[in-house]
């Protein structure tokens, strides 16, 4: 079991979700690059253009431990990320399991992505506000005391430190991304995990993957947010389960 | 009074803090909200509890970030500090703010309410403002200044490039100014030697008495060579620019209709010669003799070049040079308009190492014996000291084109020059006074000994000064016969306009080997002075002072 922190977290927002699995599963845990604990100096801005790029690092961890029947779980952008390593090597996976998922987060003509163009620039704008080092909530201290990194570490918060640059790179690529034509490629069978009032994937948009995903199921959650691992452990625990349950495990056929 | 009037209440503590205080429920649902956060937003409570969540509250990024960072982050770690939020207040003004936030659990662990406080950070957030902008521009500068570093490095590079290209031009042009001085001082000196040996071998078989078949023929043997290596060294003063040149008005087109007879017969029957002439080809002014050898040395090197025979072609044209072309060159070659005239063969061609080296005297491919290695470099002396230009383009196995380019002449009405005839007829003297000047002795002899043979009376001197004494004493001098290079301080021509002082319109003959000197500006001879090149033969010499004592050269 493969699982894939989304924006803005790593791979510490599984911690509530794993245990219910590690005596079943082999959980496989990372970070994307510039996040977490991973090497951002690895972090390229040609390769990482697109969701492609870390799609191709999900099938290197698969190849590099020779990962097989692989159910992947991914949060957010990594349920996209999942899905497109899984066109690319289907053979490597067994199901898929979208927590959150968008395959455009900006409206287009009639579809609802329940964001304008502005609001990412909005966004981007915000995130400088945040990556200052004395306010921030990831980055280590940037301006003044490059030094003394242990003052960044007690100033900031410990989980999801992201590098600035990368963050706002991840969150353009995130939010500007449309992956709606690659969805009835999908051949892997797929849980889609939607949460109540999710301001970052609406409900419109899990039922249009739902609509667009062959042999794909919904689950519309009672846990609000964008984040039911961690707000809503058990519900996302149970949904799972009776997913991976299903007898009709096999390979979904479109 | 009560005396706990007098104490702050814990209300007053909390409504009018410096700081905003909310309570929300895990999904963010406001459950109590103190009265400086009212204010700051321009809400009523009653608005706000049981109805609005904290996030809504937020401008659009804060809300993205309020789910994707914000509650996952305080879910793991508990608490959050230090996030920086902008509120949406009821008239539509952002507040930036500062909010630290601690959650609450229930006996169980699980999360039950948010415990929210907000700094007023409108100062900071200017000020952090300011302070990212100050870091892009030191950012950006420092950029720049690597930017231009790098181009700096690359600048010097292509500078070095360029120096290091003009300093392999230089070498080029000095190697070929040092070859050119080197054989020009031998040219010069063999050349004397020559002359002395022509004058005596002409002195051998005027005076051989009749019968002696077998002396006569080795004197015609010995004079034949002595040609040969006249020839020769006409080459290398060709070569280093010395040569005196005469140049006049050339129709090149003439000029090689005028050749086809000779080529043909050069080139024999296994070459195919073909000539295109250009329709109104400008006129240029060269030396014709030496444009005829240019043309001829090429066309030797291409038969030679097509051992299996093949196409010779002379091709006439009006060309023109432009700066960028000329700003290639080794050499200086002013812009402008130019005459062409190209020889191309469909012969063996050279590679580009041959075809550095191919205008260096004594350079050759021949075989040993077959090739002096120095018709290419007459044509290159000749054309440089012409003020034109020779190109050369070469690919093995297909052929050579070379090009002559002679600066088109301008505004000269005199018509074109026609070839000297070859063989000037044998003309004696009557018994008019020349001055020989001459410093080397046994030219001056020759010289003297020739002049008289022909039927002049010679008066004879090895300097200037001794020459203008002997004018004091036979004012009778009817022709001046000198040497361009005298020792004693005064040169031919110095010497020549003393005598013209004193005997105006005294007709003066120069002699020389080579010419970088007074009589000659830019290799040429001046207009209306006459020169007899070195080695010279009696006959040359006859034909030459009888047309200038008769006023008709």
Redesign the interface.
């Known amino acids: 079991m493969l699982f894939a922190h989304?924006?803005?977290?790593d791979q510490?927002?599984w911690?509530f979700i794993t245990p219910a699995f590690e005596a079943r599963y082999r959980i496989v845990l990372f970070d994307h690059v510039g996040h977490g604990q991973s090497d951002a100096a690895s972090f390229d801005r040609v390769r990482y253009g697109a969701l492609d790029g870390y799609a191709d690092d999900v099938l290197a961890i698969c190849r590099e431990l020779d990962l097989k029947d692989v159910i992947f779980v991914g949060h957010?952008v990594s349920a996209m990320i999942g899905l497109l390593a899984a066109i690319r090597e289907p053979e490597r996976f067994d199901r898929l399991v979208l927590i959150g998922p968008s395959p455009r987060y900006i409206n287009d003509g009639e579809y609802v992505g329940g964001?304008k163009q502005e609001?990412i620039e909005?966004?981007?704008?915000?995130?400088?506000?945040?990556h200052?080092g004395?306010?921030?909530?990831?980055a280590p201290v940037i301006?003044g005391t490059p030094d003394r990194p242990e003052l960044g570490e007690e100033?900031?918060?410990?989980?999801?430190r992201t590098d600035p640059e990368i963050a706002k790179h991840f969150a353009r690529v995130t939010f500007l991304s449309d992956n709606r034509t690659d969805l009835p490629k999908v051949r892997t069978k797929a849980l889609i995990l939607q949460c109540s009032?999710?301001?970052?994937a609406p409900e419109a948009v899990g039922r249009y993957i739902h609509q667009n995903l062959p042999g794909s199921q919904f689950v519309l959650m009672r846990a609000?947010?964008?984040?039911p691992n961690?707000?809503a452990p058990e519900e996302t625990i149970a949904a799972m389960e009776a997913f991976l349950r299903d007898p009709a495990s096999t390979k979904a056929v479109a | 009074m009560d005396p706990g009037a007098l104490i702050e209440t814990a209300e007053e503590l909390y409504e009018s803090a410096p700081c905003g205080y909310l309570s929300t429920q895990p999904d963010g649902t406001i459950i109590r909200v103190n009265r400086t956060f009212l204010t700051w937003i321009g809400m009523d409570r009653k608005d706000l509890v049981g109805h609005k969540c904290f996030q809504d509250l937020l401008n659009i990024g804060g809300k993205i970030f309020y789910d994707t960072h914000f509650a996952p982050l305080l879910r793991m770690q508990g608490f959050v500090n230090e996030i920086a939020f902008d509120l949406i207040c009821a008239d539509g003004r952002q507040l930036p703010v500062l909010a630290n936030t601690v959650q609450k659990l229930d006996a169980a662990g699980r999360p039950m309410v948010h415990r929210i406080t907000l700094f007023n950070a409108t100062d900071r957030r200017t000020y952090e403002r300011e302070l990212l902008l100050a870091r892009r521009k030191a950012e950006e500068a420092t950029e720049q200044l690597r930017r231009l570093n790098e181009t700096l490095e690359l600048r010097v590079a292509e500078e070095v490039a360029e120096r290091m290209k003009a300093e392999e031009a230089l070498r080029q042009a000095q190697k070929m100014e040092a070859v050119g001085q080197l054989t020009g001082g031998i040219a010069h000196d063999f050349n004397n030697l020559l002359t002395i040996i022509v004058g005596n071998i002409e002195l051998l078989q005027r005076r051989l008495p009749e019968g002696h078949e077998r002396l006569k023929r080795a004197a015609e043997h010995a004079m034949e060579a002595t040609r040969r290596a006249a020839t020769l060294t006409h080459r290398l003063l060709a070569f280093s620019r010395r040569q005196p040149l005469d140049p006049k008005p050339i129709d090149a087109n003439k000029l090689v209709a005028g050749m086809s007879e000779l080529l043909r017969r050069t080139l024999g029957e296994m070459v195919m010669l073909e000539t295109v002439l250009a329709g109104g080809l400008w006129r240029t002014q060269a030396d014709p003799n030496q444009l005829e050898n240019a043309i001829l040395n090429l066309a030797v090197n291409a038969r030679d070049a097509m051992p299996e025979g093949g196409r010779l072609t002379i091709e006439t044209a009006n060309a023109r040079l432009d700066e960028a072309y000329v700003q290639g060159l080794a050499e200086p070659v002013p812009p402008g308009q130019y005459v062409q005239v190209s020889v191309s063969d469909t012969g063996t061609g050279m590679d580009k190492a041959t075809m550095e080296r191919v205008f260096e005297p004594f350079f050759t491919t021949k075989e040993a014996g077959k090739g002096t290695g120095l018709g290419l470099s007459q044509v290159y002396g000749f054309v440089r000291q012409s003020s034109g230009h020779v190109r050369i383009y070469s690919e093995l196995g297909e052929g050579t084109t070379i090009k002559i380019y002679l600066p088109r002449l301008i505004g000269s009405d005199e018509g074109t020059a026609e070839i000297p005839s070859q063989a000037p007829a044998m003309v004696k003297g009557s018994g008019e006074i020349i001055l020989v000047v001459e410093d080397e002795p046994s030219l001056r002899a020759y010289a003297v000994e020739a002049l008289r043979d022909l039927g002049y009376r010679v008066l004879e001197a090895a300097d200037g000064r001794e020459a203008l004494s002997l004018v004091e004493q036979h004012p009778e001098v009817e022709l001046l016969f000198t040497d361009v290079v005298l020792t004693g301080g005064m040169n031919g021509r110095v010497l020549a306009d003393e005598i013209t002082q004193r005997k105006p319109g005294i007709p003066v003959l120069y002699t020389t080997g080579y010419t970088a000197n007074a009589i000659v500006h830019h290799g040429r001879l001046d207009p209306g002075m006459h020169l007899i090149g070195k080695p010279f033969t009696y006959a040359e010499l006859a034909a030459k002072v009888r047309r200038m004592l008769d006023g008709t050269a």
């Open positions: 989304g924006y803005g977290c510490n927002m911690r957010s964001f609001d909005g966004l981007l704008d915000f995130l400088d506000s945040n200052l004395w306010s921030s909530t990831m301006m100033l900031t918060n410990s989980f999801c009032q999710d301001a970052i609000t947010g964008h984040c961690l707000s």
